[in-house]
């Protein structure tokens, strides 16, 4: 059984800095491209970064030289290192992974459980 599971949130002032991490585990062929989504209070899902197999990146917008994506492939982890943090910042941040299980699947979408940002003085 596939699981994400994410660490490293918390609280934060304004234009500090946090880094996430969401280590895959389980039974695992491959792991595809790896996301970062998050959600505030009364508002939808929003993709902040995604990285590649071959570690081609994409940001939001509004995230663009201030949060970095990174995945170690070694240990089926991947980051997300936040700086300049802003109040707007504050969501719940989910890990989300396109991964194989085994050769004979295709490759589905898994979530992690969440971890709160909050970027309060």
């Known amino acids: 059984q596939v699981q994400l599971v994410e660490s490293g949130g918390g609280l934060v002032q304004p234009g500090g800095s946090l880094r996430l991490s969401c280590a895959v585990s389980?039974?695992?062929?491959?792991?595809?491209?790896m996301s970062w989504y998050r959600q505030a209070p009364g508002k939808q899902r929003e993709l902040v970064a995604s990285i590649t197999i071959s570690d081609s990146t994409n940001y939001q917008d509004s995230v663009k030289g201030r949060f970095t994506i990174s995945r170690d492939n070694t240990k089926n982890t991947v980051f997300l290192q936040m700086s300049s943090l802003k109040p707007e910042d504050t969501a719940v941040y989910y890990c989300?992974?396109?991964?194989?299980?085994?050769?004979?699947?295709?490759?589905?979408?898994?979530w992690g459980q969440g971890t709160q940002v909050t970027v309060s003085s």
């Open positions: 989300n992974g396109m991964i194989r299980v085994n050769i004979l699947s295709r490759p589905e979408t898994y």
């Open positions: 389980g039974s695992i062929r491959s792991i595809y491209v």
